[in-house]
């Protein structure tokens, strides 16, 4: 089965940029989707086909993906960015939707 | 405005069975593909069942591929979940989520509040 390999924590200082990696075989070849959870909450969509943003999502959020790594990209991070994020893919081989193991990020 | 609501979760025994449901409303839930979403304690993200809006086309993650059924009733708006020799290991909040318009297999733009289901004894 299609495995994505996350991260379990990121620090990240006020005003700076967060970068939090998702790797999977040939993920360059798939479209991956971003979601964050705050504590006691569902998941939000912040960034979906590797790089467009839902409404609502601030242009801060942003993601890349090439090779065998796929990146969402925070910049001037907030406090209110303190959250776990997961990456997600759709896997045809197995036809299965596949979420990532999850990255904390602590914003310092 | 969109909304998803989950209902049905609880205490079972193992072996047991639950249904869930989830009620949506705001939009044409019918043209949208569904799916459901769980989250063991201190967990993450676990991927369970995908249906599509006539339900031709369902989907089911390996760990509950015999167990669990997924369906929809259109003219109800709403999403199920029937749950079947429960073990341990299902033991999560259960999340219902909209698949973006548009995209067979896009990112998920909408999710409940989840329900949460126990197994144990």
């Known amino acids: 089965s299609y495995v994505l390999t996350q991260p379990p924590s990121v620090s990240v200082a006020p005003g700076k940029t967060a970068r939090i990696t998702c790797g999977g075989n040939?993920?360059?070849?798939?479209?991956v989707h971003w979601y964050q959870q705050k504590p006691g909450q569902a998941p939000v969509l912040v960034v979906y086909?590797?790089?467009d943003r839902p409404s609502g999502i601030p242009e801060r959020f942003s993601g890349s993906n090439s090779g065998h790594t796929a990146t969402l990209t925070i910049s001037r991070v907030e406090a209110g960015d303190e959250a776990d994020y997961y990456c997600?893919?759709?896997?045809?081989?197995?036809?299965?939707?596949?979420f990532g193991t999850g990255t904390k990020v602590t914003v310092l | 405005e969109v909304q998803l609501v989950e209902s049905g979760g609880g205490l079972v025994q193992p072996g047991g069975s639950l249904r869930l449901s989830c009620a949506a409303s705001?939009?044409?839930?019918?043209?949208?593909?569904m799916n459901w979403v769980r989250q063991a304690p201190g967990k993450g993200l676990e991927w369970v069942s995908y249906?599509?809006?006539?339900?031709?086309?369902?989907y089911y993650a390996d760990s509950v591929k015999g167990r669990f059924t997924i369906s929809r009733d259109n003219a109800k708006n709403s999403l199920y979940l029937q749950m079947n020799s429960l073990r341990a290991e299902d033991t999560a909040v259960y999340y219902c989520?909209?698949?973006?318009?548009?995209?067979?297999?896009?990112?998920?733009?909408?999710w409940g509040q989840g329900t949460p289901v126990t197994v144990s004894s």
């Open positions: 989520a909209r698949v973006q318009r548009g995209y067979t297999y896009g990112g998920f733009d909408y």
């Open positions: 705001g939009f044409t839930f019918s043209t949208y593909n």
């Open positions: 249906l599509s809006t006539s339900s031709s086309t369902i």
């Open positions: 040939n993920i360059g070849s798939k479209s």
């Open positions: 086909y590797d790089n």
């Open positions: 997600q893919v759709w896997d045809s081989s197995s036809d299965h939707y596949v």
